[in-house]
Structure formats: structure tokens, C-alpha cells
Nanobody
Framework: QVQLVESGGGLVQAGGSLRLSCAAS????????MGWYRQAPGKQRELVAV???????NYADSVKGRFTISRDNAKNTVYLQMNSLKPEDTAVYYC????????WGQGTQVTVSS
């Protein structure tokens, strides 16, 4: 059974940085797209960044220039480096992988204080 395990969330002051990681355990192959989404209280889940197997990435306008997504295919892991964090970045962050079907992580809380 495949599970995605996220880590790296926490509490940080505005202007600070955090690095999220999401690793897949179990038998998973040919991960096409890896992505990060977030959901703030009272809001819908939204795309933050995605990266495909060729290393091409896309970002939400709200995080462009501040966040960087990367992946390590040998480790079945995706990362999200978050710099210049703002209070509006506060949310639960979820990773997902598409490998024939969609897998989701359990979420990790990111809280940015002003």
C-alpha cells in the first residue's frame, strides 16, 4: 500500500523560511506529476506548485518567486522550499503524486505569524 508522508511544517515568523518534504512509501512507480496544495481555514484547497517527470514546474501566482518545488526521483520525494513567508501562507499543506492514480498525503500544518 502506498502512503505519502509529509514533514517540515511548523510555526515561523513572517519573512522566514520552511522546507516541506513528502516521501512515498510502498511500491510506486513512474510518478508522473508531483504537487503541493494547501487549504486554509474556511477556504477551498488550492494548487501551490506542481512538477512533472521532466522537471518542468508551475506555480500559483501568489507564491511565484518565493516558493520552489523540486523532486528526487530516486527517493520518490518532492520538496517545497518556502521563502519570504507571509501570514496568508498559513494553511495545511498537502502533497500529491499521480502515478496511474492519485495519491494524497495526510497534510502538514504551516503557520506564519505576523
Amino acid at each position: 500500500q502506498v502512503q505519502l508522508v509529509e514533514s517540515g511544517g511548523g510555526l515561523v515568523q513572517a519573512g522566514g523560511s520552511l522546507r516541506l518534504s513528502c516521501a512515498a512509501s510502498g511500491s510506486i512507480f513512474n510518478i508522473n506529476v508531483m504537487g503541493w496544495y494547501r487549504q486554509a481555514p474556511g477556504k477551498q484547497r488550492e494548487l501551490v506548485a506542481v512538477i512533472n517527470s521532466s522537471g518542468n514546474s508551475n506555480y500559483a501566482d501568489s507564491v511565484k518567486g518565493r516558493f520552489t518545488i523540486s523532486r528526487d526521483n530516486a527517493k520518490n520525494t518532492v520538496y517545497l522550499q518556502m521563502n519570504s513567508l507571509k501570514p496568508e501562507d498559513t494553511a495545511v499543506y498537502y502533497c500529491n503524486f499521480f502515478a496511474g492514480k492519485l495519491y494524497w498525503g495526510q497534510g502538514t500544518q504551516v503557520t506564519v505569524s505576523s
